[in-house]
């Protein structure tokens, strides 16, 4: 939306395809999860006065148009971000790990945690990179302190590959996690991977063969490419691109988590590739000359329960990585941060449908 509507601004034609000409709100997946919201409320039409959005999933992008169905539509450069797609594993939902990071698949989470009276639920992040690094300690604070609060005696574990969380922002983001997952009771197994061609049988062990023990199992699945994007992707779910977000094919631009962009996974990242991949397409049309691309302003919002967030923000004064480094601010947990995590919904609802409340 970010690269359509700055084509727009630029007096550019755009005609931007999205399955069932609506959007997605992805950081509503945790109230999904928690049953404070229906998934319906984060996925909604999109009414865009300046932009022609046409219903339906692409199935070929090339530099000189998109394939819709069985339809071919012709365009002088294409901007594809269909974000990434989750892993499958087997379809046996009672036995295996509840992939939980998408909002249809956090829907059927729902009920299965309602049912759990005791024992121990594990929030399970399968592989790096993945969408939103903070966001699976928020969720598993939000569920100790949601299952408190209805008297369950049920233990939250969160496992996670990596030595120490979110380690490429520094030290701090990850320790500024790790206390407040302490401080409501979440145990944090760092260094803790499943073992992934069990995990694609829906069974859950460790690289050393040994179960995880619990109940209940929430799964951040791997990510993969979109199958839209897999003949570009390169070894991981990542498409390769250049510093205006172009592949390797002229006139194809890729943009948000899709792209192997040196950010995390989040919505200020995805905004600026879109920028970027914009001013990309107005300079190879001729149309502008050849800027340098936007740099990201990441903010990412914890819930630590009890409607009390932290924000993450990232920032990158010396320009991208690796030459410049990411400089992060921790404030809060507060209620107003709280406050501001709802609000940044209501801005997100009314920039897709004017007026919405
Ligand atoms: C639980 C969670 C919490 C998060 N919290 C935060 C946060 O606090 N702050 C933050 O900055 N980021 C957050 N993020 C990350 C953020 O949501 C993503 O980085 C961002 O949504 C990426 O945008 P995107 O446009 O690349 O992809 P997506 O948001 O995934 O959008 C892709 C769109 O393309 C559509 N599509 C896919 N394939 C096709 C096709 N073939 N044809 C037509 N349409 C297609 C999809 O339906 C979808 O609407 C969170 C993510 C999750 C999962």
């Keep these: ?83 990434l797609t989750l892993a499958r594993q087997r379809a046996d939902p009672a036995a295996g790990p509840l992939p939980c990071w998408d ?15 005791r024992g121990t639920v594990a929030i399970v992040i399968a592989s790096l990179p993945y969408r939103c690094p903070p966001a699976p300690f928020g969720l598993a604070m939000r569920l100790s302190r949601h299952l408190r609060e209805r008297g369950r005696g049920v233990r939250v574990v969160l496992t996670t590959p990596e030595a120490h969380p979110l380690e490429a922002l520094g030290p701090e983001p990850g320790t500024h996690l790790l206390q407040a997952c302490a401080s409501v009771g979440v145990e944090v197994r760092l260094g803790w991977a499943p073992a992934r061609e069990a995990l694609a049988r829906g069974r859950l062990v460790g690289e050393d063969g040994k179960p995880l023990a619990a109940e209940l199992v929430l799964l951040v699945p ?56 914009a001013q990309g397409v107005l300079a190879r049309l001729g149309l502008s000359e050849k800027e340098e691309g936007s740099l990201p302003q990441l903010d990412c919002y914890v819930g630590h329960g009890g409607d009390i967030y932290s924000r993450l923000s990232v920032r990158y004064p010396e320009g991208p990585p690796p030459v410049g480094h990411p400089q992060v601010l921790i404030d809060g947990p507060s209620a107003d941060l709280g406050t501001e995590f709802g609000e940044g919904f209501l801005r997100w609802l009314r920039a897709r449908q004017p007026g919405a409340r």
Excluded: C
């Design 1 to 83: 939306m970010a690269a359509a509507l700055h084509l727009s601004a630029a007096g550019v034609r755009v005609r931007l395809v999205t399955e069932g000409g609506k959007a997605g709100y992805l950081p509503g997946v945790p109230d999904v999860i928690l049953g404070r919201a229906r998934a319906s409320r984060f996925r909604v039409p999109l009414n865009l006065p300046q932009i022609e959005v046409v219903a339906g999933r692409a199935r070929e992008v090339r530099p000189k148009g998109v394939r819709i169905g069985g339809d071919w539509m012709p365009a002088d450069a294409v901007v594809a971000a269909p974000g």
């Design 103 to 117: 909002l249809p698949s956090a829907a059927r989470t729902t009920a299965r945690l309602l049912d759990l009276e």
């Design 222 to 277: 791997a990510h993969r490419p979109s199958p839209l994007l897999a003949p570009l992707a390169g070894e991981g779910p990542l498409v390769p691109v250049n510093h205006q977000f172009e592949t390797h094919w002229a006139g194809l631009f890729v943009a948000g988590d899709a792209a192997a962009s040196p950010y995390p996974r989040a919505s200020g990242a995805a905004i600026a590739s879109g920028k970027s991949a």
